[in-house]
């Protein structure tokens, strides 16, 4: 029936057209599938021609393709993966025997190659901090208004439904990298675009800097606050600062550099975007103002010098008003004093050398504080000092008195002196020291023995400070006596003063003792005991280092008599003799 009914209209239609010269044919149209005039190279599109009222009838096309003709044709005209010389105008017209209907309006069909996309960020920073936000969009120049779906790397991306453009909210640091994207419309791709890199960076720390840490009376002080790196020079990407006093927003410039004269605990930060991303807040920096008291370090006691050992306090004085102070030290010394007025040093070394100052901090306004004092040099030797003795005379003569006179270094510096008498001790082959009366701490450099008529030998310290600070002990030095009828003597073989090189002398101890050693005195001040000794003599093949003073000591601790003897050479003494002969003629 239907079937039937089409049949009809198509033969009622071309009676008319037939029989019709006063009516015009039918006319075409050209229609798209799908029905835009506009794709991208590499789309599919199929051009249709359709008869208004034609259906049914068994129509030829031909058609026209820009200004070429394409025969034998279908109603159908597809253009697989359209190529840009397929935007031309497209016509048709039908055909049935010899009958023809119009051409149909031209169709025009416009293919164009969509650019390569390309990748922006929103902010266009290329380098963000963790926690920033961006916006990372895919833009196809010329293809607006087109239904794009969209492919991207890095894949995570890739979740559907797949947008022109990604929020990263919060970055992390594994956000940074290369993103790319392509469009795709119908089957077809476009090219990926360009590899934008996106740089996510740690949460960078604001830095503070003061150009001074104190304000001058009447100055100023100037901050400067940055953050590093800093990201891009773009203007966008700018910072501003926020300024903090004892943890207060107070300055509202955002300025990169403020001056402040007013003391406080200062911080700053730096902030950029919308919604503003805040650094990490910077140190805090002290400033303080300045008051006018002048602290001075003192030494107790004052020595220039000190020994390792010794007790010293360091202090800082500061004078004017009865303000309370907190105290700071600054010193190049391996030990640092702890924030008190009084350093008290027990047991120096050289550790402690060094140059202190001190400053004081109000206590009432932890912001104001005085200035530096001067430094001042305390220098800790870790020589132990040895005092040198001298004895004179040297040869006791009747009735005379013995001066000892002990000399240390820096002698002005409050040493006070210990004067012994050396007791000998032939175990020990040394000597043991037993004060002198009234020896004990004497300020006098100096001490007199009246009456003495002996041999004998002293030594010398000094004392100093509270804990007793000593040094080491002096050199033995000797006083000695001629006398041959004290307790012990001792006698020479042979019996005269002057002795030739290669001389056998012997030298032998008298006296009612049993022990004994022989001991000399060289010129050159060296003290040294007698090596061979046979029961109470010592036997010497003598050369010229022999000469010296000569004197025994006996097991229970008396000294003998001296002798000097002096060996010279015999030829020089030979040489001597003849200068002497030259004299009388
Ligand atoms: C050490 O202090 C005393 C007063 O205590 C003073 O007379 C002396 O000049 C000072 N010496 C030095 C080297 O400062
Ligand atoms: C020597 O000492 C002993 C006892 O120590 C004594 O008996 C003797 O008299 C002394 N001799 C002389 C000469 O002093
Ligand atoms: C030993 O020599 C010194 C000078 O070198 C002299 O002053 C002293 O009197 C001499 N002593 C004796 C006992 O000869």
């Not at 890739?158 to 909210?169: A, K, L, M």
């Not at 007791?423 to 001490?447: C, H, I, N, R």
């Not at 049993?514 to 029961?535: A, H, N, Q």
Request: net charge neutral; proline share 5%.
């Amino acid at each position: 029936m239907g079937h039937s009914l089409l049949c009809m209209m198509g033969f009622f239609l071309l009676s008319t057209v037939i029989r019709g010269n006063a009516e015009a044919p039918p006319k075409p149209t050209v229609t798209l599938q799908p029905s835009r005039t506009q794709i991208y190279s590499g789309e599919t599109v199929t051009v249709r021609c359709e008869i208004q009222g034609g259906e049914g009838a068994q129509w030829t096309y031909e058609w026209r393709r820009g200004q070429a003709s394409i025969r034998p044709t279908s109603s159908e005209y597809r253009i697989i993966r359209a190529a840009e010389s397929d935007g031309v105008g497209y016509s048709c017209r039908g055909r049935r025997g010899s009958f023809y209907t119009q051409w149909s309006d031209i169709t025009t069909l416009r293919v164009t190659v969509p650019t390569k996309p390309t990748v922006t960020l929103q902010p266009s920073w290329t380098q963000i901090y963790s926690g920033e936000t961006v916006t990372v969009r895919c833009e196809i120049q010329g293809g607006e208004g087109a239904q794009w779906t969209y492919g991207w790397r890095p894949a995570k991306l890739n979740t559907p439904p797949t947008s022109n453009e990604y929020r990263i909210i919060r970055a992390a640091e594994s956000d940074g990298g290369g993103y790319s994207c392509r469009g795709r419309r119908s089957s077809s791709w476009t090219e990926w675009s360009d590899i934008t890199l996106l740089k996510v960076t740690a949460k960078p720390k604001a830095e503070l800097r003061a150009d001074r840490t104190a304000v001058p009376v009447g100055g100023s002080v100037t901050l400067t606050c940055s953050v590093n790196p800093s990201s891009s020079s773009s203007s966008s990407s700018r910072w501003k600062y926020y300024w903090y006093r004892d943890g207060k927003s107070f300055q509202p410039v955002t300025n990169g550099q403020i001056s402040v004269s007013e003391g406080g605990l200062y911080s700053c930060r730096g902030g950029r975007g919308e919604p503003v991303y805040y650094t990490e807040d910077s140190e805090s920096v002290r400033i303080d103002t300045t008051a006018s008291n002048r602290p001075v370090v003192t030494l107790y006691p004052n020595w220039s010098e000190i020994y390792r050992g010794e007790t010293i306090t360091v202090r800082c004085e500061i004078h004017g008003g009865d303000t309370e102070w907190d105290y700071e030290w600054e010193t190049n010394s391996i030990r640092k004093p702890p924030n008190q007025n009084e350093y008290r040093i027990r047991s120096a070394s050289s550790s402690n050398s060094g140059n202190y100052r001190c400053k004081g901090r109000m206590k009432s306004s932890q912001h104001k504080t005085t200035e530096w004092s001067d430094s001042v040099t305390l220098t800790v030797s870790d020589n132990k000092p040895r005092p040198v003795l001298t004895v004179s005379p040297s040869w006791l003569s009747p009735g005379a008195s013995v001066t000892l006179n002990c000399q240390v270094e820096h002698p002005s510096a409050g040493w006070s002196f210990y004067w012994y008498k050396a007791v000998p001790d032939l175990s020990e082959k040394s000597s043991s020291y037993e004060l002198l009366p009234d020896g004990s701490g004497t300020a006098q450099d100096s001490y007199i023995i009246h009456g003495q008529t002996h041999t004998a030998g002293y030594v010398c310290r000094a004392g100093r400070g509270d804990p007793e600070y000593h040094t080491d002990h002096s050199q033995p030095k000797f006083v000695w006596s001629a006398d041959v009828h004290s307790a012990a003597s001792l006698t020479v073989s042979p019996d005269r003063v002057q002795h030739f090189t290669s001389d056998s002398v012997s030298l032998t101890c008298e006296g009612n003792f049993t022990e004994w050693r022989v001991r000399k005195f060289s010129e050159d001040g060296r003290l040294s005991d007698c090596r061979r000794m046979t029961g109470s003599t010592c036997n010497i093949d003598t050369s010229e280092s022999d000469t010296g003073v000569y004197w025994c000591e006996s097991g229970s601790g008396e000294f003998s008599s001296a002798v000097n003897i002096t060996v010279q050479s015999m030829l020089l003494y030979i040489y001597f003799l003849d200068l002497n002969d030259l004299d009388v003629t």
